[in-house]
């Protein structure tokens, strides 16, 4: 398969290998890759019926010697497990989710696009209840997979600023499934996000849903904010979903460029303190925003065409230690 790996976009494309693994009697069986793209499930499945089903996000990255990085590894097992939990599914072991992750790269490390080209190889561990069941409860079966295919720049155009709307939807309730990677979260999403790219937004922003005053996430990512006095800030709530992206900003921004930083409310009638904002995510990466519009108001930000130094300067680092390029914070890195 000859492919452009300058203009990749955010696409489902089929690679050789997948992992799998099922859990039957209380336990995991011994995972394996398989050519199959083909999930063979029950029509009873709890998981197409009740939504019982959880998934994670995550990347390989190609280094300029040509080894190959994940980031983070570790955090993405520990929030599906997390999300299994919640949804009252077997955990899957840390070290099988990345032993899975690493087996699913290697096997398809001709598909991790090479260094320089600004693509990645985009993973998928997916958790679903499975066999035969019709009643609202667990399931009696379970799958894990792993599938990969590489990917470009989730908004198109890269690292430039693009404007969002708020919505009048909530993506969860209070006391729901928010913080947690849930195929329903994103579901609700969905046509709120197309009344906003109808009206020639990359997406909308959601607010918290007990008051409609603070800003939540942004699509399917996290907000942060760079208030006129050089503080990193970005939203904490129990109905968003801890973001590994966001957290490294946190630690990056600190640590590394010497901000100041805070996790907490965000209010709608705050947002004259930014001078920066954008969305954070694996998917995302960072996405600048240019504007909101807040009702009839427009607010733009740094710029609708330029990113905003900080921005920027947060980008470099955390894609710099992605790639290799920079040196990690102990523990963010596991070689492939």
């Not at 699913?104 to 499975?130: H, M, Q, W």
């Not at 904490?236 to 921004?253: D, E, F, G, N, R």
Request: proline content about 6%; hydrophobic content about 35%.
């Amino acid at each position: 398969m000859a492919l452009d790996w300058n203009n990749l976009g955010f696409d489902y494309i089929k690679t050789p290998f997948r992992y799998i693994s099922y859990w039957k009697d209380g336990e995991w069986s011994k995972g394996e890759l398989t050519e199959d793209n083909m999930l063979h499930i029950s029509e009873g499945s709890t998981a197409l019926h009740y939504g019982q089903q959880c998934f994670e996000g995550l990347k390989a990255y190609r280094c300029k010697d040509n080894s190959i990085n994940l980031f983070r590894v570790d955090k993405n097992a520990k929030r599906m497990q997390v999300s299994a939990r919640r949804l009252m599914m077997p955990e899957v072991p840390e070290e099988m989710f990345i032993d899975a992750v690493k087996q699913v790269v290697k096997a398809n490390e001709e598909f991790c696009p090479p260094y320089d080209s600004g693509a990645t190889l985009y993973l998928r561990p997916l958790l679903i209840g499975t066999g035969d069941y019709i009643g609202v409860g667990p399931a009696p079966e379970y799958l894990f997979t792993v599938f990969c295919m590489p990917v470009g720049p989730y908004f198109k155009g890269g690292l430039k600023p693009t404007n969002f709307i708020i919505s009048d939807y909530d993506r969860a309730a209070p006391q729901g499934t928010g913080a947690v990677k849930v195929g329903g979260n994103y579901a609700a999403s969905l046509y709120p996000g197309k009344i906003a790219k109808e009206r020639n937004f990359s997406d909308c922003i959601y607010l918290d849903p007990a008051t409609h005053t603070k800003i939540e996430e942004v699509g399917s990512a996290n907000f942060f904010g760079i208030t006129k006095d050089d503080e990193f800030v970005t939203p904490y709530s129990p109905s968003i979903l801890p973001s590994i992206t966001k957290y490294s900003l946190l630690y990056l921004a600190k640590e590394r460029l010497g901000l100041k930083t805070s996790e907490g409310d965000v209010y709608l009638k705050d947002l004259d303190n930014f001078k920066e904002v954008g969305a954070c995510g694996t998917a995302a990466v960072i996405s600048p925003i240019g504007g909101i519009q807040v009702g009839d108001d427009f607010h733009v930000f740094y710029s609708e065409t330029e990113v905003g130094p900080v921005t920027k300067k947060l980008y470099d680092e955390l894609v710099g230690i992605q790639f290799g390029d920079i040196d990690a914070p102990e523990g963010w890195i596991t070689k492939v």
